[in-house]
Protein backbone atom coordinates (compact mmCIF):
# COMPACT_ATOMS: atom_id res chain seq x y z
CA UNK A 1 0.00 0.00 0.00
CA UNK A 2 2.76 2.54 0.92
CA UNK A 3 4.39 1.37 -2.41
CA UNK A 4 1.47 2.15 -3.95
CA UNK A 5 0.69 6.06 -2.19
CA UNK A 6 4.53 6.81 -2.92
CA UNK A 7 4.46 5.55 -6.74
CA UNK A 8 5.70 8.60 -8.91
CA UNK A 9 2.99 8.58 -11.32
CA UNK A 10 0.07 8.45 -8.41
CA UNK A 11 2.30 11.84 -7.70
CA UNK A 12 2.25 12.97 -11.15
CA UNK A 13 -1.88 12.36 -11.54
CA UNK A 14 -2.25 14.08 -7.87
CA UNK A 15 0.03 16.91 -8.92
CA UNK A 16 -1.54 17.15 -12.46
CA UNK A 17 -4.92 16.18 -13.49
CA UNK A 18 -6.20 16.20 -10.02
CA UNK A 19 -5.53 20.15 -9.27
CA UNK A 20 -7.41 20.66 -12.39
CA UNK A 21 -10.21 19.13 -11.62
CA UNK A 22 -10.39 20.23 -8.16
CA UNK A 23 -9.88 24.14 -8.78
CA UNK A 24 -12.35 23.72 -12.08
CA UNK A 25 -15.30 22.41 -9.87
CA UNK A 26 -14.51 24.57 -6.96
CA UNK A 27 -14.52 27.80 -9.38
CA UNK A 28 -17.60 26.52 -11.19
CA UNK A 29 -19.66 24.69 -8.75
CA UNK A 30 -19.26 27.80 -6.40
CA UNK A 31 -20.51 30.15 -9.30
CA UNK A 32 -22.96 28.40 -10.25
CA UNK A 33 -24.19 28.07 -6.83
CA UNK A 34 -24.26 31.80 -5.47
CA UNK A 35 -25.69 32.40 -8.51
CA UNK A 36 -28.68 30.13 -8.09
CA UNK A 37 -29.27 31.35 -4.71
CA UNK A 38 -29.49 34.57 -6.14
CA UNK A 39 -31.68 34.02 -8.74
CA UNK A 40 -33.85 32.28 -5.93
CA UNK A 41 -33.74 35.47 -4.17
CA UNK A 42 -34.78 37.60 -7.40
CA UNK A 43 -37.69 34.99 -8.02
CA UNK A 44 -38.83 35.24 -4.04
CA UNK A 45 -39.55 39.58 -5.14
CA UNK A 46 -40.16 40.45 -1.39
CA UNK A 47 -35.99 39.60 -0.85
CA UNK A 48 -34.18 41.77 -2.90
CA UNK A 49 -36.01 44.90 -2.47
CA UNK A 50 -35.49 45.01 1.02
CA UNK A 51 -31.66 44.83 0.64
CA UNK A 52 -30.06 48.16 1.83
CA UNK A 53 -26.44 48.45 0.92
CA UNK A 54 -25.07 50.34 4.19
CA UNK A 55 -27.00 48.32 6.21
CA UNK A 56 -25.68 44.99 4.80
CA UNK A 57 -22.29 45.89 4.71
CA UNK A 58 -22.12 46.80 8.23
CA UNK A 59 -23.67 43.71 9.23
CA UNK A 60 -21.35 42.26 7.78
CA UNK A 61 -18.07 44.18 9.35
CA UNK A 62 -19.04 43.82 12.37
CA UNK A 63 -19.39 39.94 12.15
CA UNK A 64 -16.18 39.60 10.13
CA UNK A 65 -14.18 41.26 12.74
CA UNK A 66 -13.49 39.75 15.96
CA UNK A 67 -15.49 41.46 19.01
CA UNK A 68 -17.45 43.03 16.37
CA UNK A 69 -20.51 41.67 17.78
CA UNK A 70 -22.69 41.28 20.88
CA UNK A 71 -22.51 37.32 20.26
CA UNK A 72 -19.09 37.67 19.31
CA UNK A 73 -18.37 39.46 22.56
CA UNK A 74 -20.67 37.06 24.68
CA UNK A 75 -19.32 33.66 23.69
CA UNK A 76 -15.64 35.02 23.79
CA UNK A 77 -14.00 31.48 23.41
CA UNK A 78 -16.29 30.43 20.80
CA UNK A 79 -15.28 33.41 18.79
CA UNK A 80 -10.95 33.66 19.79
CA UNK A 81 -11.35 29.61 18.50
CA UNK A 82 -13.37 30.72 14.97
CA UNK A 83 -11.13 33.16 14.23
CA UNK A 84 -8.12 31.39 14.50
CA UNK A 85 -9.38 28.38 12.95
CA UNK A 86 -11.02 30.45 9.86
CA UNK A 87 -7.89 32.39 9.40
CA UNK A 88 -5.60 29.83 9.45
CA UNK A 89 -8.19 27.88 7.51
CA UNK A 90 -7.56 30.65 4.41
CA UNK A 91 -4.63 32.33 4.76
CA UNK A 92 -1.89 29.45 4.92
CA UNK A 93 -2.90 27.70 1.93
CA UNK A 94 -2.80 31.16 0.11
CA UNK A 95 0.10 32.19 1.42
CA UNK A 96 2.82 29.38 2.06
CA UNK A 97 6.06 29.45 0.42
CA UNK A 98 5.83 25.61 -0.86
CA UNK A 99 2.47 26.36 -2.51
CA UNK A 100 3.85 29.58 -3.82
CA UNK A 101 6.21 27.33 -5.64
CA UNK A 102 4.10 25.23 -6.97
CA UNK A 103 2.19 27.55 -8.87
CA UNK A 104 5.14 29.27 -10.17
CA UNK A 105 6.62 26.39 -11.47
CA UNK A 106 2.77 25.14 -13.04
CA UNK A 107 1.79 28.57 -13.93
CA UNK A 108 4.55 31.30 -13.81
CA UNK A 109 2.63 33.11 -10.95
CA UNK A 110 3.32 33.69 -7.46
CA UNK A 111 3.02 36.24 -4.60
CA UNK A 112 3.85 36.79 -1.28
CA UNK A 113 4.63 34.18 0.80
CA UNK A 114 4.66 33.98 4.90
CA UNK A 115 8.10 33.01 6.88
CA UNK A 116 7.68 28.56 6.91
CA UNK A 117 7.93 29.45 11.31
CA UNK A 118 4.83 31.41 11.16
CA UNK A 119 2.99 28.90 8.75
CA UNK A 120 3.81 26.31 10.73
CA UNK A 121 2.32 27.75 13.80
CA UNK A 122 -0.53 28.39 12.30
CA UNK A 123 -1.10 25.07 10.81
CA UNK A 124 -0.68 24.17 14.17
CA UNK A 125 -3.61 26.53 15.63
CA UNK A 126 -5.58 25.12 12.39
CA UNK A 127 -5.35 21.41 14.21
CA UNK A 128 -5.89 22.53 17.69
CA UNK A 129 -8.95 24.56 17.16
CA UNK A 130 -10.38 21.64 15.00
CA UNK A 131 -10.07 19.48 18.15
CA UNK A 132 -11.33 21.99 20.36
CA UNK A 133 -14.25 22.51 17.52
CA UNK A 134 -14.63 18.85 17.91
CA UNK A 135 -14.80 19.04 21.53
CA UNK A 136 -17.73 21.25 21.53
CA UNK A 137 -19.52 19.07 19.69
CA UNK A 138 -19.40 16.37 21.81
CA UNK A 139 -19.41 18.76 25.12
CA UNK A 140 -21.45 20.94 24.81
CA UNK A 141 -25.16 20.33 25.19
CA UNK A 142 -27.00 22.70 22.54
CA UNK A 143 -23.96 22.14 20.10
CA UNK A 144 -24.22 17.97 20.54
CA UNK A 145 -28.19 17.93 20.15
CA UNK A 146 -27.75 19.49 16.88
CA UNK A 147 -24.98 17.38 15.68
CA UNK A 148 -25.27 14.99 13.48
CA UNK A 149 -22.44 12.55 10.78
CA UNK A 150 -22.34 15.30 8.11
CA UNK A 151 -21.28 18.21 10.91
CA UNK A 152 -18.26 15.34 12.30
CA UNK A 153 -17.85 15.04 8.15
CA UNK A 154 -17.16 18.37 7.43
CA UNK A 155 -15.00 19.16 9.96
CA UNK A 156 -12.34 16.28 8.97
CA UNK A 157 -12.64 17.44 5.76
CA UNK A 158 -11.04 20.89 7.01
CA UNK A 159 -8.96 19.25 9.34
CA UNK A 160 -7.42 16.38 7.34
CA UNK A 161 -5.43 18.92 4.57
CA UNK A 162 -3.97 20.57 7.71
CA UNK A 163 -2.61 17.65 9.48
CA UNK A 164 -1.20 15.90 6.49
CA UNK A 165 0.71 19.26 5.25
CA UNK A 166 1.96 19.42 8.76
CA UNK A 167 2.82 15.59 9.20
CA UNK A 168 4.55 15.93 5.94
CA UNK A 169 6.21 18.83 6.74
CA UNK A 170 8.10 17.47 9.53
CA UNK A 171 8.32 13.83 7.88
CA UNK A 172 6.19 12.45 10.83
CA UNK A 173 4.40 8.96 10.70
CA UNK A 174 4.98 8.83 6.92
CA UNK A 175 7.94 9.54 4.57
CA UNK A 176 7.22 12.60 3.17
CA UNK A 177 6.80 11.74 -0.29
CA UNK A 178 3.36 9.18 0.80
CA UNK A 179 2.09 11.82 3.35
CA UNK A 180 2.31 14.75 0.61
CA UNK A 181 0.15 12.58 -1.65
CA UNK A 182 -2.02 12.03 0.86
CA UNK A 183 -1.83 15.86 1.70
CA UNK A 184 -2.63 16.80 -1.75
CA UNK A 185 -5.70 14.56 -2.57
CA UNK A 186 -7.45 15.96 1.39
CA UNK A 187 -6.59 19.13 0.00
CA UNK A 188 -8.35 18.68 -3.18
CA UNK A 189 -10.93 17.24 -2.21
CA UNK A 190 -11.57 20.07 0.56
CA UNK A 191 -11.83 22.11 -2.57
CA UNK A 192 -14.53 20.37 -4.11
CA UNK A 193 -16.45 20.10 -1.23
CA UNK A 194 -16.82 23.61 -0.29
CA UNK A 195 -19.63 24.27 -3.15
CA UNK A 196 -21.33 20.51 -2.35
CA UNK A 197 -21.30 20.49 1.96
CA UNK A 198 -22.38 23.82 3.89
CA UNK A 199 -18.54 24.48 3.55
CA UNK A 200 -20.27 27.01 0.93
CA UNK A 201 -21.30 29.30 3.82
CA UNK A 202 -18.01 30.32 2.88
CA UNK A 203 -19.82 32.79 0.38
CA UNK A 204 -23.62 32.59 1.48
CA UNK A 205 -22.14 34.45 4.39
CA UNK A 206 -21.86 37.44 2.43
CA UNK A 207 -25.33 37.27 1.21
CA UNK A 208 -27.35 35.66 4.47
CA UNK A 209 -25.74 38.46 6.48
CA UNK A 210 -26.18 41.07 3.65
CA UNK A 211 -30.14 40.10 3.84
CA UNK A 212 -29.91 39.95 7.96
CA UNK A 213 -28.44 43.10 8.62
CA UNK A 214 -30.96 44.83 5.74
CA UNK A 215 -34.19 43.31 7.67
CA UNK A 216 -33.21 44.67 11.18
CA UNK A 217 -32.20 48.09 9.63
CA UNK A 218 -35.65 47.88 8.25
CA UNK A 219 -37.42 47.26 12.08
CA UNK A 220 -34.98 50.21 13.34
CA UNK A 221 -32.60 47.88 14.84
CA UNK A 222 -29.22 46.25 14.09
CA UNK A 223 -28.23 43.06 14.20
CA UNK A 224 -24.33 42.99 15.87
CA UNK B 1 -46.66 13.71 46.10
CA UNK B 2 -46.61 11.19 43.14
CA UNK B 3 -44.07 11.88 40.25
CA UNK B 4 -46.05 13.56 37.28
CA UNK B 5 -45.78 12.00 33.91
CA UNK B 6 -43.81 13.51 31.49
CA UNK B 7 -44.39 13.38 27.84
CA UNK B 8 -40.75 11.92 26.28
CA UNK B 9 -40.24 12.67 22.33
CA UNK B 10 -40.35 9.02 20.19
CA UNK B 11 -37.88 10.89 17.86
CA UNK B 12 -36.08 13.02 20.29
CA UNK B 13 -35.37 11.32 23.38
CA UNK B 14 -33.73 14.86 25.09
CA UNK B 15 -37.50 16.52 24.42
CA UNK B 16 -38.81 15.97 27.60
CA UNK B 17 -42.28 17.69 28.69
CA UNK B 18 -45.01 18.28 31.19
CA UNK B 19 -48.32 17.23 29.66
CA UNK B 20 -50.05 20.53 28.53
CA UNK B 21 -53.35 18.98 27.15
CA UNK B 22 -55.30 21.81 24.37
CA UNK B 23 -58.21 20.41 22.35
CA UNK B 24 -56.68 22.62 19.63
CA UNK B 25 -53.87 20.22 19.37
CA UNK B 26 -54.60 16.76 20.59
CA UNK B 27 -58.19 16.87 19.01
CA UNK B 28 -57.46 18.46 15.74
CA UNK B 29 -55.03 15.90 14.66
CA UNK B 30 -57.18 12.51 14.84
CA UNK B 31 -58.68 13.46 11.15
CA UNK B 32 -55.08 13.90 9.88
CA UNK B 33 -54.67 11.20 6.76
CA UNK B 34 -50.49 11.39 5.55
CA UNK B 35 -51.29 11.97 2.40
CA UNK B 36 -52.68 14.77 2.92
CA UNK B 37 -49.43 16.24 5.70
CA UNK B 38 -47.22 14.97 3.43
CA UNK B 39 -48.96 17.29 0.70
CA UNK B 40 -49.14 20.10 2.96
CA UNK B 41 -45.18 20.01 4.31
CA UNK B 42 -43.76 19.90 0.22
CA UNK B 43 -46.13 22.20 -0.65
CA UNK B 44 -44.87 24.94 2.00
CA UNK B 45 -41.26 23.99 2.60
CA UNK B 46 -40.39 21.73 -0.17
CA UNK B 47 -40.39 25.33 -2.08
CA UNK B 48 -37.10 26.17 -3.49
CA UNK B 49 -36.73 29.41 -2.33
CA UNK B 50 -34.10 31.43 -1.20
CA UNK B 51 -35.05 32.10 2.36
CA UNK B 52 -35.26 28.35 2.66
CA UNK B 53 -32.47 27.09 1.03
CA UNK B 54 -29.95 29.86 2.31
CA UNK B 55 -30.48 28.20 6.17
CA UNK B 56 -30.90 24.96 5.32
CA UNK B 57 -27.32 25.04 2.89
CA UNK B 58 -25.83 27.57 5.64
CA UNK B 59 -26.62 26.46 9.27
CA UNK B 60 -23.73 25.06 10.32
CA UNK B 61 -25.36 23.38 13.57
CA UNK B 62 -23.09 25.98 16.08
CA UNK B 63 -25.40 26.52 18.64
CA UNK B 64 -25.00 30.37 19.08
CA UNK B 65 -28.33 31.02 18.69
CA UNK B 66 -28.85 29.23 21.48
CA UNK B 67 -27.70 32.16 23.96
CA UNK B 68 -30.68 34.49 22.12
CA UNK B 69 -33.24 32.18 23.19
CA UNK B 70 -35.00 33.71 26.00
CA UNK B 71 -37.18 29.89 26.27
CA UNK B 72 -33.57 28.53 26.31
CA UNK B 73 -32.14 31.03 28.83
CA UNK B 74 -35.62 30.46 31.65
CA UNK B 75 -35.58 26.85 31.25
CA UNK B 76 -32.30 25.98 33.02
CA UNK B 77 -30.16 25.90 29.24
CA UNK B 78 -32.11 22.70 28.24
CA UNK B 79 -30.73 22.24 24.24
CA UNK B 80 -33.82 21.27 23.05
CA UNK B 81 -35.60 25.15 23.69
CA UNK B 82 -32.55 26.85 21.61
CA UNK B 83 -33.81 27.92 18.47
CA UNK B 84 -31.59 25.92 15.83
CA UNK B 85 -33.16 22.68 17.91
CA UNK B 86 -36.53 23.90 17.17
CA UNK B 87 -35.57 23.91 13.89
CA UNK B 88 -34.05 20.65 13.57
CA UNK B 89 -37.13 18.49 15.86
CA UNK B 90 -39.60 20.15 12.85
CA UNK B 91 -38.59 21.30 9.43
CA UNK B 92 -35.39 19.91 9.12
CA UNK B 93 -37.00 16.54 10.66
CA UNK B 94 -40.16 16.96 8.24
CA UNK B 95 -37.89 17.93 4.79
CA UNK B 96 -35.68 14.64 5.71
CA UNK B 97 -38.57 12.28 5.68
CA UNK B 98 -39.70 14.01 2.16
CA UNK B 99 -43.29 14.81 4.86
CA UNK B 100 -43.74 11.70 5.05
CA UNK B 101 -44.27 12.22 9.20
CA UNK B 102 -47.26 11.10 11.34
CA UNK B 103 -50.00 13.28 12.84
CA UNK B 104 -48.01 12.52 16.35
CA UNK B 105 -45.49 14.57 15.01
CA UNK B 106 -47.19 16.95 13.77
CA UNK B 107 -48.61 17.79 16.91
CA UNK B 108 -45.80 17.95 18.29
CA UNK B 109 -43.98 20.42 15.55
CA UNK B 110 -47.11 22.28 16.93
CA UNK B 111 -46.65 22.77 20.56
CA UNK B 112 -42.60 23.31 19.73
CA UNK B 113 -43.38 26.15 17.33
CA UNK B 114 -46.42 27.50 18.61
CA UNK B 115 -45.89 27.37 22.30
CA UNK B 116 -42.18 27.18 22.60
CA UNK B 117 -40.97 30.22 20.48
CA UNK B 118 -42.19 33.68 20.57
CA UNK B 119 -41.21 34.32 16.67
CA UNK B 120 -39.24 37.10 18.04
CA UNK B 121 -35.97 36.82 15.49
CA UNK B 122 -33.94 37.62 18.55
CA UNK B 123 -31.82 34.56 17.02
CA UNK B 124 -31.11 36.27 14.10
CA UNK B 125 -29.48 38.75 15.65
CA UNK B 126 -27.50 36.06 17.24
CA UNK B 127 -26.35 33.54 14.47
CA UNK B 128 -23.24 34.45 12.84
CA UNK B 129 -24.55 34.30 9.39
CA UNK B 130 -27.75 36.06 10.43
CA UNK B 131 -30.08 32.99 9.47
CA UNK B 132 -33.90 33.64 9.40
CA UNK B 133 -34.47 30.69 11.36
CA UNK B 134 -37.90 32.95 12.85
CA UNK B 135 -38.78 32.26 8.62
CA UNK B 136 -38.75 28.55 8.87
CA UNK B 137 -40.47 28.85 12.37
CA UNK B 138 -43.07 30.79 10.59
CA UNK B 139 -43.45 28.19 8.06
CA UNK B 140 -43.77 25.46 10.03
CA UNK B 141 -46.47 27.10 12.16
CA UNK B 142 -47.96 27.57 8.54
CA UNK B 143 -47.84 23.61 7.76
CA UNK B 144 -49.51 23.31 11.30
CA UNK B 145 -52.32 25.96 10.58
CA UNK B 146 -52.90 24.71 7.26
CA UNK B 147 -53.40 21.04 8.88
CA UNK B 148 -55.27 23.22 11.24
CA UNK B 149 -53.01 21.61 14.43
CA UNK B 150 -53.04 25.22 15.90
CA UNK B 151 -53.77 25.74 20.25
CA UNK B 152 -57.11 26.29 20.31
CA UNK B 153 -56.79 30.32 21.81
CA UNK B 154 -54.84 30.66 18.36
CA UNK B 155 -57.20 29.58 16.16
CA UNK B 156 -60.08 31.10 17.69
CA UNK B 157 -58.59 34.78 17.49
CA UNK B 158 -58.09 33.31 14.29
CA UNK B 159 -61.54 32.48 13.29
CA UNK B 160 -62.58 35.58 15.05
CA UNK B 161 -60.44 37.96 12.51
CA UNK B 162 -61.65 35.65 9.65
CA UNK B 163 -65.03 36.72 10.45
CA UNK B 164 -65.00 40.02 12.40
CA UNK B 165 -61.80 41.01 11.38
CA UNK B 166 -60.74 41.81 14.85
CA UNK B 167 -59.45 39.42 17.83
CA UNK B 168 -62.86 39.84 19.60
CA UNK B 169 -65.68 38.89 18.01
CA UNK B 170 -66.64 42.65 17.64
CA UNK B 171 -69.72 43.24 15.11
CA UNK B 172 -69.43 46.75 13.38
CA UNK B 173 -72.71 47.75 15.70
CA UNK B 174 -70.40 46.87 18.33
CA UNK B 175 -67.70 49.29 17.67
CA UNK B 176 -69.61 52.18 16.65
CA UNK B 177 -71.80 52.12 19.49
CA UNK B 178 -68.86 51.43 22.38
CA UNK B 179 -67.38 54.89 20.46
CA UNK B 180 -70.57 56.59 20.95
CA UNK B 181 -70.63 55.37 24.47
CA UNK B 182 -67.13 56.50 25.71
CA UNK B 183 -68.14 60.30 23.98
CA UNK B 184 -71.12 60.60 26.36
CA UNK B 185 -69.13 59.08 29.68
CA UNK B 186 -66.18 61.69 29.07
CA UNK B 187 -69.34 64.13 28.34
CA UNK B 188 -69.44 64.31 32.35
CA UNK B 189 -65.93 65.81 32.33
CA UNK B 190 -65.18 67.87 29.25
CA UNK B 191 -68.42 68.68 27.62
CA UNK B 192 -66.36 69.22 24.12
CA UNK B 193 -64.90 66.06 24.17
CA UNK B 194 -65.24 64.35 20.80
CA UNK B 195 -64.55 60.88 19.12
CA UNK B 196 -64.99 61.90 15.81
CA UNK B 197 -65.88 58.78 13.40
CA UNK B 198 -65.04 58.57 9.93
CA UNK B 199 -63.96 62.17 9.70
CA UNK B 200 -62.75 62.85 6.41
CA UNK B 201 -59.78 64.70 5.84
CA UNK B 202 -58.25 64.21 9.73
CA UNK B 203 -55.09 64.43 10.09
CA UNK B 204 -54.86 61.11 12.56
CA UNK B 205 -56.84 57.56 12.09
CA UNK B 206 -56.13 56.26 15.51
CA UNK B 207 -56.98 52.17 15.61
CA UNK B 208 -56.83 50.44 19.11
CA UNK B 209 -56.04 46.83 19.93
CA UNK B 210 -58.91 44.30 19.98
CA UNK B 211 -59.18 44.58 23.55
CA UNK B 212 -59.00 47.80 24.08
CA UNK B 213 -63.19 48.39 23.41
CA UNK B 214 -63.86 44.81 24.68
CA UNK B 215 -62.65 45.11 28.33
CA UNK B 216 -60.39 47.85 28.40
CA UNK B 217 -62.82 50.59 27.85
CA UNK B 218 -61.26 53.09 29.96
CA UNK B 219 -58.32 52.98 27.18
CA UNK B 220 -60.46 54.86 24.54
CA UNK B 221 -61.99 57.63 26.98
CA UNK B 222 -57.96 58.41 27.76
CA UNK B 223 -56.96 58.26 24.19
CA UNK B 224 -59.61 60.62 23.98
CA UNK B 225 -58.60 63.20 26.55
CA UNK B 226 -54.82 62.84 25.12
CA UNK B 227 -55.89 63.53 21.52
CA UNK B 228 -58.35 66.53 22.65
CA UNK B 229 -55.75 68.04 25.12
CA UNK B 230 -52.65 67.84 22.71
CA UNK B 231 -55.34 69.58 20.23
CA UNK B 232 -54.91 66.65 17.44
CA UNK B 233 -57.16 66.41 14.53
CA UNK B 234 -58.07 62.61 14.57
CA UNK B 235 -60.57 60.20 13.81
CA UNK B 236 -61.52 56.62 14.26
CA UNK B 237 -62.87 54.37 12.09
CA UNK B 238 -66.59 53.63 10.88
CA UNK B 239 -66.41 50.45 9.89
CA UNK B 240 -64.91 47.30 10.76
CA UNK B 241 -61.91 47.64 10.34
CA UNK B 242 -60.57 49.02 13.03
CA UNK B 243 -58.58 46.01 15.03
CA UNK B 244 -54.36 46.18 14.64
CA UNK B 245 -53.55 43.10 16.81
CA UNK B 246 -52.91 41.07 13.56
CA UNK B 247 -53.27 37.52 15.61
CA UNK B 248 -53.48 35.83 12.00
CA UNK B 249 -50.02 36.83 11.18
CA UNK B 250 -48.60 34.54 14.28
CA UNK B 251 -50.51 31.17 12.59
CA UNK B 252 -49.06 32.76 8.79
CA UNK B 253 -52.62 32.84 7.41
CA UNK B 254 -51.80 34.85 5.05
CA UNK B 255 -55.22 35.34 3.34
CA UNK B 256 -56.90 36.77 6.74
CA UNK B 257 -53.30 38.34 7.35
CA UNK B 258 -53.49 40.38 4.28
CA UNK B 259 -57.08 40.90 4.13
CA UNK B 260 -56.66 42.74 8.43
CA UNK B 261 -53.68 44.93 6.93
CA UNK B 262 -55.45 46.25 3.85
CA UNK B 263 -58.67 47.01 5.62
CA UNK B 264 -56.23 49.62 7.66
CA UNK B 265 -54.93 50.76 4.95
CA UNK B 266 -57.99 51.38 2.76
CA UNK B 267 -59.61 53.36 5.73
CA UNK B 268 -56.77 55.64 5.82
CA UNK B 269 -57.26 56.06 1.90
CA UNK B 270 -60.51 56.28 2.33
CA UNK B 271 -60.33 59.24 4.83
CA UNK B 272 -57.56 61.12 3.49
CA UNK B 273 -55.43 61.33 6.69
CA UNK B 274 -51.55 61.65 6.86
CA UNK B 275 -50.35 59.21 9.38
CA UNK B 276 -52.02 55.95 11.18
CA UNK B 277 -51.69 56.10 15.04
CA UNK B 278 -52.01 52.46 16.62
CA UNK B 279 -51.91 51.43 20.45
CA UNK B 280 -48.92 49.27 21.49
Redesign the interface.
Known sequence: MLDFIRDPSIYNLVRGPFVWIAFLVFIGMSVYKVRR??L??K??KV?LPSIKIGAAGR?ILH?IFPFGS??WR??WP?TIT?FVFHIGLIFTPIFLLSHNILWYESWGISWWSMPEKVADIMTLLVIVTSVIFFMRRIF?????????SN?LL?LAISFFPFLTGFLAYHSLLLPYKAMLILHILFGEAMLIAIPFT?L??MF??F???A???S??AG?G?K?? | MAAKEKIVSREFP?YIRDPNPDVGLDESIKDLKPEQIEKTIMAVLGA????I???M????????C???CQW?LSSD?D??F?P??KM?MTAWEMLKRKGKVDAEFIKQSARIVFTECNIC?RC?????????ITFIIGLVRRICFMLGVVPQRMMDQDHSHATTLNQVWYTQNDWVDTMQWQEEEVGAEFKDLRIPIDKEGAEVIWYPLGGEPKTNTYHIERTAKIMMVAGVDWTVAGRDTWDTSNMPMFLRDFTTMNRVVRGLYDNAARLRVKKMVLTE
Open positions: LYMANEVSWRNLKVTAPEVRFVTSDIRAHYFMTRFMGQAWGDW | EQTARRAVETCIHCGLAGAYKPTAVAKHSMYCPYGLD
